[in-house]
């Protein structure tokens, strides 16, 4: 899976807007100063999250963005959605089709089912981690996804043996 600047930086700036207090709006070139980022960039960004309805912008001297919905309501899948991620199984198989219009082996393929179940294992995943979630320490966030997804736990350690 390849993750992006975009989705990597939009993540981070949608939190930056999560970790205020209920209903206080963060400005632009905070969330840029605060991650590093151009203003220029930060407000590309800023505005990609507002059309996919997960921040509101508010002008004014108290002005900036806030969250749609409540930081747990919101999903990391919902997040890449918006920011250009998630591919499904179909996508994959129309991008690859070598010289032909479609896929030589789209009738009976082996590795489609090898894909749509990483797929699937990654949109569940993302799926279920909010941003309230995101908010807590590395060690916090890392129980929380051991305890949600054992599996991957599993997936890992065989990996690295």
């Not at 970790?19 to 840029?32: L, R, Y």
């Not at 894909?115 to 590395?138: C, K, P, Q, Y």
Request: charged share 25%; net charge negative.
């Amino acid at each position: 899976m390849k993750i992006t600047a975009m989705e990597e930086y939009g993540l981070r700036c949608l939190l930056r807007v999560a970790e205020q207090g209920e209903g206080e709006a963060i400005a632009a070139p905070e969330i840029a100063e605060q991650e590093g980022l151009s203003l220029s960039y930060t407000q590309k960004i800023m505005r990609v999250l507002s059309k996919g309805d997960l921040v509101d912008s508010r002008r004014g001297v108290q002005g900036g963005y806030v969250l749609t919905r409540d930081a747990e309501e919101i999903t990391v899948g919902d997040a890449i959605r918006v920011l250009g991620g998630i591919f499904e199984v179909e996508e994959i198989c129309e991008r690859h089709t070598g010289e032909l219009e479609e896929c030589a082996n789209r009738c009976n393929c082996g590795i489609r089912p090898v894909w749509a179940h990483i797929s699937r294992f990654v949109v569940e995943t993302l799926d279920g981690i909010s941003l309230e979630v995101l908010m807590n320490d590395d060690t916090a966030v890392a129980r929380h996804l051991q305890n949600s997804f054992p599996a991957g736990d599993r997936a890992l350690s065989a990996a690295s043996s």
